[in-house]
């Protein structure tokens, strides 16, 4: 089944500087992946999502780039401010197809001002 | 508008006590998921249902675990007879087409606390 992995388990950065979260997934024919941001005591939101017929996607400050070849996709926030620090999580469907995601283990990333 | 409603925000039980989660999802929303969440992890697919019934409940962890959906609105996870291991925030999703695991909203979950 698919397997999703994410790194790094921490990142802290100062801010105005650009973090990069990087995943890497098993099943090559998985063909959606999202990124989702939980704040504290809040559930997950969708931040950014991308398809794979296309390699790079932009919505102001934050980027999500896919490397189909070699299974992997990263998000990047620029210009960070402290209100992006959060846990992020990447996912993939798995080739079952029935509507469930399997997520990565998460990235707290901490911004400091 | 209105989000994804989960209620209780917070639960404490005794070990072997049968708990009841309740899910509101978002209105006209026709998928709706359950995830768990355990202390610093990723989350962990449960149940997904489409309308009222259940393609893919794969995940539940065993038989003391099931869910329903109702009139294609409101769902309940039941867990019976609690164990420790149960322990964990659990989050409901809602999408509004099925079967794409696309934009999913997400309440803000229902910390259960096995004691």
């Known amino acids: 089944g698919e397997n999703v992995e994410q790194h790094p388990s921490t990142l802290s950065v100062q801010e105005g500087d650009s973090a990069v979260i990087k995943c890497t997934y098993s099943?090559?024919?998985?063909?959606?992946f999202p990124w989702y941001k939980q704040e504290l005591g809040k559930g997950p939101q969708l931040i950014i999502d991308?398809?794979?017929?296309?390699g790079e996607k932009k919505d102001q400050r934050i980027a999500v780039t896919l490397n189909k070849t070699a299974k992997h996709f990263s998000l990047h926030i620029t210009e960070t401010q402290p209100e992006d620090s959060a846990v992020y999580f990447c996912a993939a469907p798995p080739l079952s197809n029935t509507g469930k995601l399997i997520f990565g283990q998460g990235t707290t990333l901490q911004v400091k001002p | 508008g209105a989000g994804v409603s989960q209620s209780p925000s917070n639960k404490v039980t005794e070990k072997g006590k049968d708990v009841e989660l309740r899910c509101d999802p978002i209105s006209g929303h026709t998928a709706l998921y359950w995830y768990r969440q355990s202390l610093g992890q990723g989350l962990e697919f449960l149940i997904y249902?489409?309308?009222?019934?259940?393609?893919?409940k794969s995940g539940l962890p065993s038989d003391r675990f099931s869910a329903e959906r109702t009139g294609g609105s409101v769902s309940t996870l039941t867990i019976q007879r609690t164990q420790q291991e149960d322990s964990a925030v659990y989050l409901c999703a809602s999408s509004l087409v099925g079967g794409t695991h696309e934009k999913l909203f997400f309440g803000s979950g229902t910390q259960l606390s096995v004691l």
């Open positions: 249902f489409q309308g009222n019934s259940a393609p893919d």
């Open positions: 991308i398809r794979s017929n296309v």
């Open positions: 099943d090559s024919a998985s063909n959606y």
